[in-house]
């Protein structure tokens, strides 16, 4: 009895040292990576809603980005667009408790491309996992 009450203390530490050193800065970069983005496009702005992640992940969601094959990468904070006739990519994620993330995310480019989208996450040792995913309607 004894063991396991020392093995269950020892899940939750680590649960939730997992979350405080690792999985509260990275649900942005993660969604980011898993991203799909569209290829006829040579330049993208990225918008960051929060500004904690913005300043600590600004370089890191360049180089992501630059990966999936883009020359120019703009990461802005909030709503400071600078062309918005270029393709864009929002992201703003609203914690609604330490372990459980809503994020909203979208692409614009003016008259052409529009989607939004509306998730959840939960984490799960060492990574978010998405138990919820919907088209948001522009429009509403």
Do not use: H
């Not at 649900?27 to 040579?42: C, H, R, V």
């Not at 702005?45 to 600004?58: G, K, M, S, T, V």
């Not at 180089?63 to 992201?91: P, Q, T």
């Amino acid at each position: 009895m004894k063991n396991k009450l020392r093995f269950l203390i020892i899940l939750i530490l680590l649960y939730f040292f997992s979350y405080i050193f690792y999985g509260k800065n990275s649900l942005g970069l993660q969604i980011i990576e898993n991203t799909t983005f569209s290829k006829a496009q040579d330049a993208i702005q990225i918008q960051i809603f929060d500004l904690e992640d913005y300043n600590r992940n600004q370089l890191e969601i360049t180089k992501i980005v630059k990966e999936k094959g883009f020359k120019n990468v703009n990461v802005n904070y909030a709503e400071n667009f600078l062309n918005d006739k270029s393709f864009s990519y929002w992201l703003d994620l609203e914690p609604l408790t330490p372990f459980i993330t809503f994020s909203y995310d979208g692409f614009f480019k003016k008259d052409k491309i529009s989607a939004a989208y509306e998730s959840l996450y939960i984490w799960c040792f060492f990574k978010w996992i998405r138990v919820y995913k919907k088209e948001k309607s522009l429009t509403s």
